[in-house]
């Protein structure tokens, strides 16, 4: 967002040269005029605040409107300034979070006003202009992050919850500051404006005067309006853990085919997926998306279908009950449901060097979104690893950083990369790739400033220049509070079908006259999708297909219509036709 302009007292609009501002046709305005209302404006007026939610979405018909960040504050500044045909608001207007900046009446006018929760419905009737208002809310919370807006998190680099703060934030993709007590004269100062003992840090600072001491992911998420966990003892059809594509795909296929569904993620929706800077191989996105912009899509398909997200909610208990599971979630609280599915997907592995451990959130990263990347402008960047997530992270950082050097184990970059991004990766004038190497060790007081790394095939260390790092060396399944529930491989991956059986006791589906299905665990009724199960397809399109599939097996279950049904008029079992059990095609 361009700061407004306004030489000799004119008022000059924002350009849109980002596609975050587009104009509404006067065709859609007149569509969208029934179902609000027009309403005169007056200069000065205060159309939404910063930390209030979004009421309604708003059109300009006249006048204009300036988008202010800090407003009233010493340090408020314009983040854009619109005119007739603009609409205001930003992702937080259809997700139901907090606005993250104040609108304010320049020129008066007329504005169009319709109530959000009616919008959202509109957009959902109509694509073109739910694609046209997704992509500016997308495009302008993008933008918002990069200038750093929104709330601010004042903290010690070392200290592990400023860590915690600036990941819940950034895998949330929630416009922020980090002010780090270390360096940073602006957070000495407003701790002491602020009256806050150092032992109190991390802070937030909201709205310019709001002040949370040190508070947990849940606190924050009510402070923005994420949907964290509010009942106690909810009950469901269905309960997807895990938030990433495999578990919204499931929400979204469970809402709509009339399951009560209620989905729940540790710290955020996406997965890693979310924090993908591009994709450029899934199916139907031939110039490929991101994976912030592919997650929000989903979110708001779930919303749309009536699934209940609730963020951060962690699980550490499935327990059987009566026909049912209970999952029980570590602040105590429990939703009970029919049915289970489990898309918890998997976490980056660290990367054991000495020293690593408190650069770790400064300098060394885990994912490579907008946020990190502006922290590494014009200096070069080392990326780690062999595989899709590590040449996706290459390219994107290379049109941010002065240079990347792509680390790589092996001695061949298709062994674990699609051929389509080793292609770009090699053919990129400032992507550097070092087959053979391995990072040894690392330097740097407040922040890295080189690694010394090997070459594995003869030995030789070398130093190699980097302000960042970013780590892209396999995962693990998060399943450790599933360890004596279920059946899980060697590895901790979710068994499923036929290995689930054979892993479990062969009697327990003795009553339900049938095998585990093709993603069922060896519990009934409990199904695993995405990068959680063992032996699943490491991609964004397969986990996706499976979620949806896993509630395609939820009915089934159900039904009790799986592989083997007991015939109710003869008694003795039989296979059930394909056609018999197959639900209505969505």
């Known amino acids: 967002m361009s700061t407004a302009q306004h030489g000799n007292g004119a008022v000059r609009e924002t350009p849109d040269r980002y596609g975050a501002f587009p104009r509404l046709t006067p065709e859609q305005l007149q569509n969208l005029t029934p179902h609000g209302e027009r309403r005169r404006t007056t200069e000065g007026e205060v159309l939404y605040r910063e930390g209030e939610p979004f009421r309604e979405f708003l059109a300009i018909l006249s006048g204009t409107v300036e988008i202010l960040q800090d407003h009233g504050d010493r340090e408020e500044r314009t983040m854009a300034l619109h005119g007739p045909g603009r609409f205001l608001g930003e992702l937080g207007m259809l997700e139901g979070q907090a606005a993250f900046d104040t609108a304010v009446v320049r020129e008066a006018g007329e504005i169009l006003a319709v109530p959000v929760e009616r919008q959202r419905t509109l957009i959902g009737r109509d694509p073109v202009l739910g694609d046209l208002i997704l992509r500016a809310c997308l495009g302008r919370r993008y933008l918002l992050i990069g200038l750093g807006a929104g709330f601010r998190i004042l903290g010690s680099c070392y200290s592990q919850d400023t860590r915690r703060l600036r990941e819940f934030a950034a895998r949330n993709r929630l416009p922020h500051r980090w002010l780090d007590l270390e360096r940073d004269k602006e957070a000495e100062a407003l701790l002491r404006r602020f009256s806050v003992r150092p032992d109190e840090t991390p802070v937030v600072l909201w709205k310019g005067d709001r002040v949370l001491r040190n508070p947990s992911n849940a606190e924050l998420a009510r402070l923005i309006g994420l949907p964290a966990p509010t009942a106690k003892d909810a009950q469901c059809d269905v309960v997807v853990v895990g938030a990433g594509p495999a578990g919204l795909a499931a929400a979204v296929y469970g809402a709509s085919d009339g399951l009560t569904t209620i989905s729940v993620d540790a710290v955020a929706t996406g997965g890693q997926a979310g924090a993908s800077s591009r994709i450029e191989n899934y199916l139907g996105f031939p110039s490929g998306i991101s994976g912030g912009e592919l997650i929000e899509r989903a979110v708001l398909q779930a919303h749309k279908f009536g699934a209940r997200l609730m963020v951060p909610a962690q699980v550490n208990r499935l327990t059987p009950q009566d026909d049912?599971?209970?999952?029980?979630?570590?602040?105590?609280?429990?939703?009970?449901?029919?049915?289970?599915?489990?898309?918890?997907?998997?976490?980056?592995?660290?990367?054991?060097?000495?020293?690593?451990?408190?650069?770790?959130?400064?300098?060394?990263?885990?994912?490579?979104?907008?946020?990190?990347?502006?922290?590494?402008?014009?200096?070069?960047?080392?990326?780690?690893?062999?595989?899709?997530?590590?040449?996706?992270?290459a390219l994107f950082l290379a049109q941010h950083a002065s240079g990347v050097h792509l680390l790589v184990r092996g001695g061949d970059l298709n062994a674990d990369m699609s051929r389509y991004l080793v292609d770009q990766v090699e053919r990129h004038p400032k992507i550097e790739v070092l087959l053979h190497t391995e990072v040894r060790d690392v330097s740097g007081k407040d922040k890295l400033e080189s690694l010394s790394v090997e070459d594995n095939t003869g030995g030789e260390r070398r130093p190699l220049r980097a302000a960042a790092l970013f780590v892209f060396i396999g995962a693990r399944p998060r399943t450790e509070w599933l360890r004596g529930a279920l059946a899980l491989d060697e590895k901790g991956f979710v068994l499923t079908g036929a290995d689930a059986r054979a892993a479990a006791d062969a009697t327990r589906w003795d009553a339900l006259g049938r095998a585990p299905l093709l993603l069922e665990t060896s519990l009934p009724g409990v199904f695993a999708a995405g990068d959680v199960r063992s032996g699943s397809v490491k991609r964004v399109a397969s986990a996706t297909g499976e979620g949806a599939m896993a509630i395609r097996l939820v009915h089934e279950h159900r039904e009790n219509a799986g592989n083997l049904v007991r015939d109710r008029t003869t008694g003795p079992e039989r296979p059930q036709p394909e056609a018999d059990r197959s639900p209505p095609r969505r």
Do not use: M, W
């Open 324 to 393: 049912a599971y209970v999952v029980t979630f570590t602040d105590g609280s429990h939703v009970r449901a029919g049915a289970v599915v489990l898309a918890s997907g998997v976490r980056y592995r660290r990367l054991e060097v000495p020293g690593i451990e408190r650069l770790e959130g400064i300098s060394v990263y885990y994912a490579a979104t907008v946020h990190e990347a502006s922290l590494c402008e014009a200096d070069p960047v080392a990326v780690v690893g062999g595989g899709n997530s590590a040449g996706q992270a």
